[in-house]
């Protein structure tokens, strides 16, 4: 498999907007001012995935890695990377975060929470964007632990979203460590 290089720390910057911008909306206390900030995040977040697809379209290989490889030099290994079917899911992503930040009704942003929705779509692209299975898997685990506030947080019960998420994840690693044991990388 032919490995390239993107022209542009594409990957890792599109995960990182979101993030950084949930950090500056948990400091905004107006709702709407949240939105539309929260909008124009997730919306910058949307250009740079769509950069990176771009980027990746241009390239001919099957697989993409960041320019300078920042997360390499952090853990060691490269985490991230596009192929011919992640380049689309990020993207795909990307939209339905925005367009669900924009779309919502000025009677719930009072309930919404912009900070949670910027997180998960940070760990939803770069889930879409993990190539080791084992981040695939604590990168899915991590997705679950939002809806799991946020259903505290409306007093509901969790016992059944408890239950289906253990065993979601249980399964995961059951499945990769499988694989791990006949020798498939996944």
Known sequence: MTTSELHFPWIEVSILIPLVGAAIISRIKDAELAQRWSSVISGIALIFVLGEWVDFATLTTTQADDHWRLVTQLLGRELFTLDEVSAPLTGLAAT???????????????????VGTLISESIAIATFSCKDQW??????????????????????????????????????????TFAMREGMEI
């Open 96 to 114: 339905i975060f925005f367009l669900t930040i924009i779309t919502t009704l000025k009677t719930k942003i009072r309930r919404f929470s912009f």
């Open 135 to 176: 981040g695939v898997i604590a990168l899915l685990a991590a997705g679950t632990v939002y809806p799991f506030w946020e259903l505290r947080a409306r007093h509901r019960s969790t016992r059944v979203y408890l239950i289906h998420m253990v065993a979601f994840i249980g399964l995961m690693v059951i499945g990769a």
